[in-house]
């Protein structure tokens, strides 16, 4: 089993930068491929961002790419998500994801474990 705790969310002006963490516990998160996913009213639960842990490759939605970047630090058992650049239409709920699999995905059914969310709203 593995523990995923989101953080860092929060109210900022469009162009603004924030910086969100999941931290995992339970297991090593060594082993998994991550994701991050978001999710606004209305609309279905998307990806942003992930990592394969087989290869380190990085995976971006054509929507943040050039402005989100994923990052893992294997020591602390956390993942990131540094947003930068950030609009109105990136307001959501974001989840951080882990996956067991051996091949990495970005479709939301591969992913075995789930954070709870972290809101982050963008003001225009």
């Known amino acids: 089993q593995v523990q995923l705790v989101e953080s860092g969310g929060g109210l900022v002006q469009a162009g603004g930068s924030l910086r969100l963490s999941c931290a995992a516990s339970g297991r090593t998160f060594e082993n998994y491929h991550t994701g991050w996913f978001r999710q606004a009213p209305g609309n279905e639960r998307g990806f942003v961002a992930g990592m394969s842990w087989t290869t380190g490759n990085t995976y971006y939605a054509d929507s943040v790419k050039g402005r989100f970047t994923i990052s893992r630090d294997n020591a602390k058992n956390t993942v990131y998500l540094q947003m930068n650049s950030l609009k109105p239409e990136d307001t959501a709920v974001y989840y951080c994801?882990?996956?067991?699999?051996?091949?990495?995905?970005?479709?939301?059914?591969?992913?075995?474990?789930w954070g709870q969310g972290t809101q982050v709203t963008v003001s225009s």
């Open positions: 994801a882990a996956a067991s699999r051996r091949d990495w995905s970005k479709a939301t059914t591969a992913y075995d474990y």
